[in-house]
């Protein structure tokens, strides 16, 4: 994969999570294109980055909310202005040090390239990662993401 892609749409994803974790509904908005929408982990479907922005600001103000923490498993160049990133993310619950396994993800990011705005996010899907009568997927997801959890701890 060529890092004309790769690299900004990894970046892209990683601005996502730490916009999330400083619980900054205006700089995740940000991020996405004039019609990019996004999918949450209980199926709300929100459009436009002012509906997102006026969406997720209740959550950080009225919920604690997790730090995630993410893994990129592919980006794939869709054409010279288009890319399909997958990840895997954990949920970090306040005040603790473990991720919480029952709210594992799977992330989609479908992004797009404009001359001047460089990288925006076309699509975002948060997906439970529940793995129904698979218990040694969910073990496995689940110690990957708590060893990246317990990396980025220090």
């Excluded at 990840?87 to 001047?116: E, H, M």
């Excluded at 699509?123 to 969910?138: D, K, V, Y």
Aim: net charge neutral.
């Amino acid at each position: 994969m060529s890092t004309d892609v790769e690299a900004p749409v990894a970046r892209l994803y990683a601005d996502l999570l730490a916009a999330w974790n400083r619980r900054d509904a205006a700089g995740m908005a940000a991020l996405y294109a004039p019609k990019g929408g996004q999918v949450g982990f209980d199926g709300s479907s929100v459009n436009g980055p002012d509906e997102i922005a006026a969406h997720i600001a209740p959550i950080f103000r009225d919920h604690p909310t997790g730090r995630f923490v993410g893994k990129v498993r592919e980006v794939r160049a869709m054409g010279n202005n288009a890319a399909l990133l997958r990840a895997v993310a954990g949920l970090v619950p306040p005040g603790k040090d473990d991720i919480n396994p029952a709210v594992n993800a799977i992330q989609t990011l479908v992004a797009s390239r404009t001359g001047d705005s460089g990288w925006r996010i076309e699509m975002f899907q948060n997906t439970p990662a529940q793995f129904h009568g698979r218990p040694a997927e969910q073990e496995k997801l689940t110690a990957e993401l708590r060893q990246l959890a317990q990396a980025e701890r220090g």
